[in-house]
């Protein structure tokens, strides 16, 4: 046998080949003869591209971005509304309030040093709602006190002023609608009695009829108050009414004396007719006027009636 064309085999490759040179093969790594490692070399390498980590990130941070645009609270626009508002009631105070209590609420002095308007700075929103909203402000004339009158603003252009009010400084706010609405309860009608009787019957009557101060003022009658002005008003003390700030009387403890005065709205008269409440003021006038009249009259009749008898 011819020497060049004896054939051996081959360990690298397992395949035969010949001593005349030709080298043994090296395994092929071709795709051809291996599809299914070819693929997944292929997914491989565009999952290692070096783009992929940053398209991956701008994903992420674009879907976090827009669950966060939707969930977020809307601070911009509440924001914007309450300017807004502020604006409006700044525009009505110049027309309606400006002449005494300056531009910017900061008051105005007559010549002799007294307030012609006091400041509102601090004032709050709550003393606008109660002064406004009970028709006290603005007043119609000078006078030693405001009297309650009709109402000139609607309730939101009230709203707005207050909202203006309010910015020029720290203040009380209008109280939660939770603790100026009257209960039934007979506990807290009671516990609201209590305290009425307590801090307002000098001034106001024990049945919210009102009563007469020095200097020619007066406490009005608040037997048909509303919840919310009866609060407002021991929160801002108006006229000669004494401060009840919520640490000194709490919320649960004024909305207790709201309850107490409903509750005197519904209350039968075992006594008859009340003659306004207001104690023996009225009953000693009534009993000078009819019961003095009456026997007035009567002796004058009587004695009438003696001189034709004897004529």
Same mark, same amino acid.
């Given at each position: 046998?011819?020497r $060049?064309? @004896?054939r051996s085999w ?5 395949t ?5 040179g030709?080298?043994?093969s ?9 599809p299914?490692?070819?693929?997944v @070399? ?5 999952r290692r591209h070096?783009?992929?980590?940053? =398209? ?6 674009? =879907? #976090?971005?827009?669950l ?7 601070a911009?626009?509440a924001?914007?509304? *309450?300017?807004? $508002?502020?604006?409006?009631?700044? /525009?009505?105070? #110049? ?12 008051? $105005? #002095?007559?010549?002799r ?11 709050g ?5 109660f ?12 006078s ?9 603003y609607?309730?939101? *252009?009230?709203?707005?002023?207050a909202?203006?009010?309010?910015? #020029?400084?720290?203040?009380p706010?209008?109280p939660?609608e939770? &603790?100026?609405?009257?209960s039934?309860?007979p ?7 209590e305290?009425? @009787?307590?801090n307002c ?8 009829a009102g009563?007469?101060?020095p200097?020619?003022? &007066?406490?009005p009658a ?6 919310v002005?009866?609060?407002e ?7 000669q ?6 640490d =000194?009387?709490?919320? *649960? ?5 709201i ?7 519904? *209350?039968?008269?075992?006594?008859g007719?009340?003659l306004?409440?207001?104690?023996p003021?009225s ?9 003095m009249?009456?026997?007035?009259i009567?002796? =004058?009749?009587?004695?009438? /009636?003696g ?5």
């Amino acid at each position: 046998m011819n020497r $060049l064309s @004896r054939r051996s085999w081959c360990r690298t490759t397992g395949t035969s080949s010949t001593w005349c040179g030709s080298p043994c093969s090296r395994p092929s790594t071709s795709s051809s003869n291996d599809p299914e490692r070819g693929s997944v @070399r292929f997914l491989s390498t565009r999952r290692r591209h070096p783009l992929a980590g940053l =398209v991956v990130v701008l994903l992420g941070l674009t =879907v #976090l971005g827009g669950l966060y645009s939707l969930f977020a609270p809307r601070a911009a626009d509440a924001r914007s509304a *309450e300017d807004d $508002l502020v604006e409006q009631g700044r /525009q009505l105070f #110049l027309v309606g309030c400006a002449t005494c209590h300056g531009l910017n609420g900061e008051g $105005l #002095l007559t010549e002799r040093g007294t307030n012609y308007g006091p400041s509102l700075i601090g004032v709050g929103a709550a003393a606008v709602d109660f002064q406004v909203g009970t028709g006290r402000m603005p007043l119609a004339q000078n006078s030693v006190q405001a009297p309650k009158k009709p109402v000139v603003y609607n309730d939101a *252009e009230i709203e707005a002023m207050a909202a203006f009010v309010a910015s #020029l400084g720290p203040g009380p706010s209008i109280p939660d609608e939770e &603790y100026t609405t009257a209960s039934t309860d007979p506990e807290l009608v009671s516990l609201g009695g209590e305290f009425f @009787r307590t801090n307002c019957t000098a001034c106001h009557n024990s049945v919210g009829a009102g009563g007469a101060l020095p200097s020619g003022r &007066y406490a009005p009658a608040i037997d048909d108050a509303e919840g919310v002005y009866v609060y407002e008003a021991m929160l801002t003390g108006p006229q000669q009414m004494p401060v009840f700030s919520d640490d =000194v009387i709490t919320p *649960e403890d004024k909305q207790a004396i709201i309850s107490y005065i409903a509750a005197l709205r519904d *209350e039968p008269e075992y006594g008859g007719h009340p003659l306004g409440g207001l104690g023996p003021v009225s009953e000693g006038a009534a009993a000078w006027i009819i019961g003095m009249g009456s026997l007035v009259i009567a002796t =004058v009749w009587i004695g009438t /009636q003696g001189v034709r008898t004897r004529k």
